[in-house]
């Protein structure tokens, strides 16, 4: 199973990812991009925030396969 991470230190909070995956991605009270479900990720979950960690203008997202 996916998982995805925000490094809020690279993170700008511009709000990219939130808009292509809101079900993800979420800006926290810092104005930083936090991640709001890591479990139990739809298909369709996967792959928008897929596309916002591509299309994140710091590459502040990455992706962990969660084998457990
Ligand atoms: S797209 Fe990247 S820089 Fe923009 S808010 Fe999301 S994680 Fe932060």
Redesign the pocket.
């Known amino acids: 199973m996916e998982k995805f991470k925000?490094?809020k230190d690279?993170?700008?909070?511009?709000?990219?990812?939130?808009a292509?995956c809101p079900e993800v991605?979420d800006?926290d009270e810092e104005g930083?991009?936090t991640v709001i479900k890591d479990d139990n990720l739809t298909s369709e979950e996967v792959e928008n925030a897929t596309d916002?960690m591509e299309?994140?203008?710091?590459?502040?997202?990455s992706k962990e396969e969660d084998n457990a």
């Open positions: 925000v490094n690279a993170c700008i909070g511009c709000g990219a990812c939130m292509l991605f800006i930083l991009a916002a299309g994140c203008p710091t590459a502040a997202i």
